[in-house]
Each structure stands twice: as structure tokens, then as C-alpha cells.
């Protein structure tokens, strides 16, 4: 089993940072992808930025040039440093892991942390 634990979430007001971290733990073998996902009241869950095992990253567009992923060099951490923080950018952040372990190979969800942007 494998288990995905995000933290990080919190208050921030407009144009200001926080950082996330999500945490793969369990009987992993090996991540190929870890991705960030948010899910805004009232919205369908999206695509905020991913990160394979060789580095290659993705971005919604909605948040290039604000925020990056980026990984431990062990592969089961991954961090979301966001900047520049708009009110629409207030939603539950989920992690994943397509994830292989010794017995199932699969995507695995974090139960998700909120970010809330206002002043």
C-alpha cells in the first residue's frame, strides 16, 4: 500500500507564498509521476503541476511563472512553492503518486490541504 500525505496549506493573502509538501510513503518500488491537483468549490478537480521521476515538469497556465514543483532526490517528496497568490487560486490542493509497489501499481490521492487567499 502506498500512502500520499499532504501539508502546507494555510491562509495567505493576495500576492503572497506558501509552500506545500506531499510525502509518498509505504512499500513503493517506484513514482513515475507526482502531481499537484486543486479543486475549487463548485469545480471540477484540476491540473495544477506535475513532475516525473526524470524531472519533467507540467503546468496549468493558469499558474506558469508563479509556481514550481519540484521533488527530493529520493522521489517520494514533492513541493509546490506558490507565489504571486490570487484569490482564484483558493481551493484544496491534492497530491498523487503513480505509484508501484510490491504488490499494486497505481494513482494514489492524498486527502488534500486547503488554501485560502484573501485579505
Known amino acids: 500500500q502506498v500512502h500520499v500525505v499532504e501539508s502546507g496549506g494555510g491562509l495567505v493573502q493576495p500576492g503572497g507564498s506558501l509552500r506545500l509538501s506531499c510525502a509518498a510513503s509505504?512499500?513503493?518500488?517506484?513514482?513515475?509521476?507526482m502531481g499537484w491537483y486543486r479543486q475549487a468549490p463548485g469545480k471540477q478537480r484540476e491540473l495544477v503541476a506535475a513532475i516525473t521521476s526524470g524531472g519533467s515538469t507540467n503546468y496549468a497556465d493558469s499558474v506558469k511563472g508563479r509556481f514550481t514543483i519540484s521533488r527530493d532526490n529520493d522521489n517520494t517528496t514533492v513541493y509546490l512553492q506558490m507565489n504571486s497568490l490570487k484569490p482564484e487560486d483558493a481551493a484544496v490542493y491534492y497530491c498523487?503518486?503513480?505509484?508501484?509497489?510490491?504488490?499494486?501499481?497505481?494513482?494514489?490521492w492524498g486527502q488534500g490541504t486547503q488554501v485560502t487567499v484573501s485579505s
Open positions: 509505504g512499500s513503493i518500488v517506484n513514482i513515475s509521476v
Open positions: 498523487n503518486a503513480d505509484a508501484r509497489s510490491a504488490s499494486h501499481a497505481g494513482v494514489y
